[in-house]
Every structure is written in structure tokens, then in C-alpha cells.
């Protein structure tokens, strides 16, 4: 009786020194390797970003790695790029530009917020990723649009940009597990106000308002602050 087929193909690859088929692996590529970095900046921090761990989550060799990417620099400016890729950019309405700006901002907040300590990795580098740069283009036209001169405007990136990034690295820290000493807001209160009275009036008595503030109050404040104070044609 003539054998089934599919019977025969088994057989064929039972036979004596056949090797069982190997996976294929995935071919390395900069997206794969940008994956794997944030992996392990949302389930580690940026501290534990090295050449090292990005290889093994991907089960390569550094030198598979450097044939794709020159650095860890090189890793820093990709894995912002991509963040900043992810970014809605409004089109500048002269109008509501000071809302934009909070808009725009709020949004790198929480990208950075995701992954933490990533915002060390914008505050070490030369924006050069055209997806980093294409932020940039966008905040500094809504900036134009509202009548901010163009000086002032850069400036004013700049400092709002360095503002944010600083703002999540100090929550970063602050949910850091080796940061258990942190004062919790009531025992600073008590820490506050314990302090002598003679020489620390405004403080004692100004315990709550210095410690004040849920959520992002404190940035939403500061920004506004910052956006106030620039010039615009009245």
C-alpha cells in the first residue's frame, strides 16, 4: 500500500543524520534595538541602559550591536528620537499659542515620565535625530506665531525644554526604590515645623504652602509662569 504523503515527508525527516530545522532568527535592526533600550529603561531605569543589558534582551553580541548603532550616545539620540516621533504637533494658531506650548510640553512630560531617568538622556544630547529636531521646528513656530521674537523664542525653548526634563528626572529619583529616606509631605511638615521660631519665621509659618501641590500643579504653574513672561506685540 503506497504510503500517505504526508506519512512519508515525517519519515523523511526521522531519517538518520537529518538535523531538525532550526528557527530563524529575527534580523537585527535599529527599531528592534530601540525596543529593546526602552524595555529596559521602563522595566530597570536609564542607569541600567548599557550596550550589555540592550544585548541581552535581544540574545546578541555587542558586535552584532555596533554594526547597527555607533555608541550608547548614538542609542540616547535614537531612543529620543523615537519618543519625540510619538508627539501630536499642532499647527501654530497665533491665538491659543501659549496653550499649545502647555499642550506640547505636557505630552514630552509624560513621554519621559514612562521611561524613567530618560530625560537624563535628553539633557546629555546634541539634538541631532530629525524626529527630536521636527519638536523643536513645531514649539519654536508656535512661539513665532504668538509674536515672540525670534530670539527670545530660542531662549525660551531652551529653558522650557531644560525645565521639563528636570522636573521628571527629580520624580524619577524621588520613586527611585533606593530612595527610601525621601520625606513623606507630613513628616516634612513636621520636620518644617519643628524648626526654631526665631530663626525660621516665614518658613514655619509657611510649612504647608512650600510642601503644597498634587499632580502636576507645580509644573502647570511654572510653565505658565515662564509663558507669561515673555513679550508679545500687545
Known amino acids: 500500500m503506497a504510503q500517505d504523503p504526508k506519512a512519508r515527508r515525517a519519515a523523511r525527516h526521522l531519517q538518520p543524520g537529518s538535523a531538525p530545522a532550526q528557527p530563524r532568527r529575527e534580523p537585527l535592526t535599529v527599531e528592534r534595538i530601540i525596543d529593546a533600550a526602552l524595555h529596559v529603561v521602563a522595566t530597570q531605569g536609564y542607569d541600567a541602559l548599557t550596550i550589555r543589558a540592550i544585548t541581552g534582551e535581544l540574545g546578541t553580541s555587542p558586535s552584532s550591536l555596533y554594526a547597527h548603532v555607533v ?5 540616547d ?5 523615537r519618543l519625540n516621533s510619538e508627539l501630536v504637533l499642532p499647527e501654530p494658531d497665533p491665538g491659543r499659542w501659549r496653550e499649545q506650548i502647555l499642550q506640547v510640553y ?4 509624560d513621554q519621559y515620565l514612562r521611561y524613567p531617568g530618560i530625560s537624563r538622556a535628553a539633557l546629555a ?3 541631532t535625530n530629525r524626529d527630536t529636531l521636527r519638536v523643536g521646528e513645531a514649539i519654536l513656530a508656535i512661539l513665532l506665531a504668538g509674536g ?17 526634563a528636570a522636573y521628571t528626572l527629580e520624580i524619577s529619583l524621588l520613586h527611585d526604590p533606593g530612595q527610601e529616606w525621601v520625606l513623606s509631605r507630613d513628616e516634612l511638615l513636621d520636620r518644617l515645623g519643628s524648626l526654631p521660631a526665631d530663626q525660621f519665621p516665614h518658613t514655619r509659618s509657611h510649612a504647608a504652602e512650600l510642601t503644597s501641590g ?3 500643579e507645580r509644573f502647570d504653574f511654572t510653565l505658565n509662569l515662564m509663558l507669561g513672561s515673555l513679550k508679545t506685540p500687545a
Open 106 to 109: 505636557a505630552q514630552i512630560r
Open 77 to 81: 539620540d535614537l531612543i529620543m528620537g
Open 214 to 216: 498634587s499632580g502636576h
Open 125 to 127: 544630547t546634541v539634538p
Open 148 to 164: 515672540v521674537e525670534p530670539q527670545t523664542a530660542a531662549w525660551a525653548m531652551d529653558a522650557l525644554s531644560l525645565y521639563v
Open 71 to 75: 555608541n550608547k550616545a548614538d542609542i
